[in-house]
């Protein structure tokens, strides 16, 4: 894995490409990096205290949500993202469904299914 000066000496190599043609206009690339696991949670939040402040923190809620930092210029977007299972814990777990069954017979015919037949 890269080093975050590896990574920096990388873009400046590429910065010093693009300043040779600084008048074409381009779509905003973006920078992105992706942890996956709990080993990977000390390497995401080294990242996250190097990382350009101030940046947007949003989470997703769905079982395989990401945790998410941001850091967006008008030239560039720069986003580091986790798993929330690697780096969150789960104070409530899932609960069992609640139905709500509208009646399917009459008032007397729910009645008659309850009356032993004598």
């Not at 080993?39 to 205290?49: G, N, P, R, T």
């Not at 030239?75 to 509208?102: D, F």
Request: charged fraction near 30%; aromatic fraction near 10%.
């Amino acid at each position: 894995m890269a080093t975050l000066r590896e990574i920096a000496t990388a873009l400046r190599n590429v910065a010093d490409v693009l300043d040779k043609s600084p008048d074409i206009e381009a779509g905003r690339p973006g920078l992105d990096w992706y942890f996956f696991n709990a080993k990977d949670k000390q390497k995401f939040l080294d990242l996250a205290k190097a990382f350009p402040r101030p940046f947007k923190k949003t989470y997703e809620d769905d079982p395989h949500g990401w945790l998410r930092i941001a850091f967006e210029q008008d030239a560039l977007k720069t986003e580091a993202q986790i798993y929330r299972s690697a780096v969150c814990e789960i104070v409530e777990p899932a609960k069992p469904p609640v139905y709500h069954c509208p009646s399917l017979l009459s008032d007397d015919e729910e009645v008659a299914l309850t009356e032993s037949a004598e």
